[in-house]
């Protein structure tokens, strides 16, 4: 089975931190993504990756970046962290188009 | 409108009865569905795809396309306790790429 791992299941961090949430898969999967998931809204899309240090936007890249320096590690980068980010952040990845994901464990973070 | 819409619910079904499951999808041309089980606190878990109009079944687990009325549904028969959780509908959208766009799902209960 793949093993989508996200480092942290829970963080809380400062106003104004830069957090770094890391996900690794073992599965040499091209396509990795990032979501964050909040009551009401659903999952929504925040960045994706398709290649090696190849990045695009989601629905709502504002207030972040990504990482994608080695195929297995997709890396989410909030650069100030601010209280609108605390949400469950979940990272998948797939191996091909049109094919579903697997996701990893998820990580809540908070912002205080 | 929503791309992917589902009925928030609570649906609540008896043990052993069917729980049936629908979402519509704003996208005529999308090709490739699949329905995720979210448990409480826990990350999605793929359980069925399909892609063709039809039915397609997997255990307990029946999905059902209608391409031209843009809708696609779940049927879990002899539903179980355990069953309970958040049914998420995803969807490939044209020119999507790879990338899922999900409904906002669905709580399923079922009771003793």
């Known amino acids: 089975d793949v093993k989508v791992t996200q480092s942290s299941r829970y963080l809380v961090k400062r106003t104004g931190e830069k957090v770094f949430l890391e996900c690794v898969q073992d599965m040499d999967h091209e396509n990795m993504f990032w979501y964050r998931q909040d009551p009401g809204l659903g999952l929504r899309l925040i960045y994706f990756s398709y290649d090696v240090k190849m990045k695009e936007k989601g629905d709502i890249p504002e207030g972040y970046s990504v990482s994608r320096e080695k195929k297995e590690r997709f890396s989410l980068i909030l650069e100030s962290a601010s209280t609108n980010q605390t949400s469950m952040y979940l990272c998948?990845?797939?191996?091909?188009?049109?094919?579903?994901?697997?996701f990893g464990s998820g990580t809540r973070l908070t912002v205080v | 409108q929503k791309e992917v819409e589902q009925n928030s619910g609570p649906l609540s079904v008896p043990e052993g009865a069917i729980a049936s499951l629908n979402c519509t999808y704003s996208?005529?041309?999308?090709?490739?569905f699949f329905w995720y089980r979210q448990y409480s606190g826990k990350s999605p878990e793929l359980i069925m795809s399909?892609?063709?109009?039809g039915d397609k079944e997997d255990g307990r687990f029946t999905a059902q396309l209608n391409k031209a009325s843009q809708y696609v549904s779940l049927l879990i028969r002899d539903s179980q306790p355990s069953d309970s959780a958040t049914y998420l509908c995803a969807v490939v959208l044209t020119g999507g790429g790879n990338k899922l766009t999900f409904g906002t799902g669905t709580q399923l209960k079922v009771e003793l």
């Open positions: 998948a990845s797939s191996f091909e188009e049109g094919r579903g994901y697997t």
């Open positions: 399909i892609y063709s109009n």
């Open positions: 996208d005529r041309v999308s090709q490739s």
